[in-house]
């Protein structure tokens, strides 16, 4: 099974860093990114007209979304802590094939383990980024000084693309939580995943 692994794993590593790269370059040369700060231009413009209320509603809903997923990030962090010890130190969930698919060393398995934990913390640190630079920016946007303005949306864009990796990274680990299970389990999801970014992203 280990050779299984070596062949299967390394493409489902690449294939989403290769998605993402497309992705990214497609949204910077699309009009994604034109609307965005046109919005953001807009709103600044109309703070007179209940347009800073209604920019601080919409920073808020953003920052609501990248709490939750930190939240979710942590459970999932505790819930992979507790059971990688369980496997160190009783080793219970080596001996059952049936339930991760394949009998392997306790060393892959930690492994395993490590590599989903390490994609969750780094989901969590890019969220809690994120809200800090959302914040910033609302405190910005409100401000009755125009002369913030343009680093507000430095601050907001900045805060748009932390949020973006944090996402991106707490989709991408549930397929590597998969892995636990074998590495077909891994490649299944991996593409089930980025059929399913695929539709959100450009459908």
Known sequence: MIILDLVLVPPCICFPVLYHVYLWHNKNTSHH??????WFAKISKEKERG??????????????SSILNA????IVIGAL???SNIVYTTGGPLHR?????????????????????????????????AVGC???????????????????????????IFASVGNR?????FP???????????????????WVLYNLDFK
């Open 33 to 38: 990114r034109t609307s965005s700060t046109t």
């Open 51 to 64: 347009g800073s209320l209604l920019g601080a509603q919409s920073i808020r809903n953003s920052v609501m």
């Open 71 to 74: 939240m979710v990030t942590v």
């Open 81 to 83: 802590a507790s059971l």
């Open 97 to 129: 094939p049936m339930l991760f698919g394949f009998k392997t060393s306790g060393t892959l398995v930690l492994f395993k383990y490590g590599m989903v934990m390490l994609l969750f913390l780094a989901s969590f640190v890019f969220n809690s980024i």
């Open 134 to 160: 959302v914040n910033d920016a609302n405190f910005l946007l409100s401000a009755d000084d125009y002369s913030f303005q343009s680093y507000a949306e430095v601050v907001m864009e900045k805060g748009s």
């Open 169 to 173: 990274l707490f989709y991408i680990g």
């Open 176 to 194: 590597f939580l998969m892995w636990l299970f074998g590495p077909t389990a891994l490649s299944l999801s991996m593409l089930a995943m980025i």
